[in-house]
């Protein structure tokens, strides 16, 4: 399970239509995100590495996806290093739990619809 499901629950106030605006809402915002930390690995800029993987690591946190939380760290604390040893390996294991986050979310606005 990557999504703490009790603790967004519990910051949506038990309330479902707010839960949903959430979760549709990081699902928008950590997919560019993911493009713009995939985008910065790549040109080897820690500047905006560090930006988006912030941001990232922020709004994962805010909903309790704590897989995709500790990735975006990761790439957080190393960027702010402007250390892109092993950056591939962490971006990949970022991404993976990017996409099974968003997964999981998404399976279940069509569960709440």
């Known amino acids: 399970m990557y999504v703490n499901w009790d603790f967004l629950k519990e910051i949506a106030d038990a309330d479902a239509s707010f839960q949903s605006e959430l979760v549709q809402e990081f699902c928008e915002q950590a997919t560019a995100l993911g493009e713009r930390i995939?985008?910065?690995?790549?040109?080897?800029?820690?500047?905006?590495?560090?930006?988006a993987a912030h941001s990232l690591k922020g709004s994962a946190a805010s909903v309790g996806a704590e897989d995709l939380t500790k990735a975006a760290a990761n790439l957080d604390d190393?960027?702010?290093?402007?250390?892109?040893?092993?950056?591939?390996e962490r971006l990949s294991a970022l991404l993976d739990s990017l996409h099974g986050t968003i997964h999981e979310m998404k399976a279940w606005i069509k569960q709440a619809a």
């Not at 995939?38 to 820690?46: F, G, R, S, T, Y």
């Not at 190393?78 to 591939?88: I, V």
């Open 78 to 88: 190393r960027a702010r290093e402007g250390d892109f040893e092993g950056a591939l």
């Open 38 to 51: 995939k985008d910065a690995v790549e040109a080897l800029d820690a500047e905006a590495l560090h930006s």
